[in-house]
């Protein structure tokens, strides 16, 4: 995956979409979470979180869009998250996905094409539909990690849960 000569990742942009719920039904409202973890205890709480109504205290982490219904085309919801300006205290960030459960319990085999990009300038370094984990109501997409070179590293994190959004924020980051 990595050279001698590689940099790592620095900046990707993480890009949801979905389908808009059927005429007469409530929105569908899914959301981009990310966890930014310390050195101390890169598999216990947060440090923070990132989402649709908090932002990372530094600006590393935003995000562009919120979609609270899918409408619109193509990827409808997207972070940036600036690795490579992180504070040398945090060394793991995981990215997730999680489906608010205003109206009941939804889970992403109700939710209709759904799909995650995760992109570091023009390529995608991975895509999923959250097939693998349909029954789930949250699922982590991507862990991104840092050694002890201050080097940036990713791989795929394909995990669901069935919790609410409030708690999957403390559940996924967990190893």
Do not use: C
């Amino acid at each position: 995956m990595m050279s001698g000569l590689n940099k790592g990742v620095d900046k990707v942009e993480v890009a949801l979409k979905w389908d808009p719920s059927p005429s007469g039904a409530p929105a569908h409202d899914l959301d981009i979470v990310a966890g930014v973890y310390g050195a101390e205890a890169p598999y216990g709480p947060p440090a923070y979180l990132v989402h649709f109504d908090h932002r990372s205290p530094d600006g590393t982490i935003t995000l562009q869009r919120d979609s609270r219904t899918g409408q619109g085309f193509g990827y409808d919801e997207a972070m940036t998250v600036e690795l490579g300006r992180l504070a040398e205290q945090y060394t793991r960030v995981v990215v997730g996905v999680a489906i608010q459960q205003g109206t009941g319990r939804l889970a992403f085999s109700q939710v209709s094409g759904t799909g995650i990009r995760v992109r570091e300038g023009y390529t995608d370094l991975l895509t999923d539909d959250f097939a693998s984990v349909a029954d789930a109501t949250a699922a982590t997409v991507v862990e991104f990690t840092r050694d002890g070179a201050g080097v940036w590293t990713w791989r795929p994190l394909l995990r669901g849960f069935d919790t609410d959004p409030r708690s999957f924020g403390d559940v996924m980051g967990a190893a």
